[in-house]
């Protein structure tokens, strides 16, 4: 049996209004907090959005950079870059038809931002 990912609303506890997601930076968690009285709680999940990619993503070409700002995608530092060395990464992992499950890896420096998979 095949699980699906889905994403809920949340709604406060306080006043019954939506929770949004919010990354809390210094801890480096997901919270989810009301914009009405501002009730904050830590999200059970860190998945905020599902998006269903139809196309195979065994090109780098198709991964955006963008992906080092988010805060549910698990980091390492046992990954250096091959380009600029520095040692944290964000990593996933990807089914290719062709060649079964690959973890795919961008570089979180900036000014880098390489793409690679091992």
Known sequence: MVKKAFTSVVFCQECNNMLYPKPNEQEKVL???CRNCHFEEVASNNCVYVNNIKH???EL???VPDVISDPSLP???EHACPKCK???AVF???KSLSEGMRLYY???NEE???KWTE
């Open 56 to 58: 195979e993503t065994d």
């Open 112 to 114: 880098c931002l390489n």
């Open 61 to 63: 070409t198709q991964i």
């Open 75 to 77: 980091r390492t530092e």
């Open 86 to 88: 520095r040692k944290e």
């Open 92 to 94: 996933f992992q990807s």
């Open 106 to 108: 961008v570089c979180c």
């Open 31 to 33: 919270m989810f907090v």
